[in-house]
């Protein structure tokens, strides 16, 4: 039986009550349960898809546990829209969310280099370092004489 977790964001009174009847509540919004097997699981699953039409616009849930056959060890459920994407890469559970509007229109962003990755580039590359506009770059450390 492994470890259960949900995490709850603007949710109805009635998702919040129903977890903690189940469950431990060890944060605002976070909900733990040490050992819940996967038929316990499986009915609150069930009931919270009977419930999902009571979900505001940006309401939702997310619920994690230990699952071996799954990549990264970790198996989730997600209801509601959840404000980041969950994608796979390299068999590690990423969190991404788009950029907000005011920082896909800035000028200064587009000039610099926004850090993110083409869709070309390896999951794994990073930006090449830049060297900000008002130093210097450092000097080579070869030395003619």
Known sequence: MPMTLVVTR???DRFRGFLASCMLEV???????PRMDRAVRQRVLDIFDDWSVLLEERGGLIMLWHAPSEPAGVELRTLGDPPHELCLELQ???SRRALSESLRDDPDLAATGSG??????PPWSLPPP????????????????
């Open 10 to 12: 603007d949710v109805p």
């Open 27 to 33: 944060a605002p919004c976070v909900y733990l349960a």
């Open 92 to 94: 590690v559970w990423l």
């Open 116 to 121: 993110l990755r083409d869709e070309d580039d």
């Open 130 to 145: 830049s060297v900000p506009w008002d130093e210097e770059p450092p000097p080579s450390s070869s030395s003619s004489s």
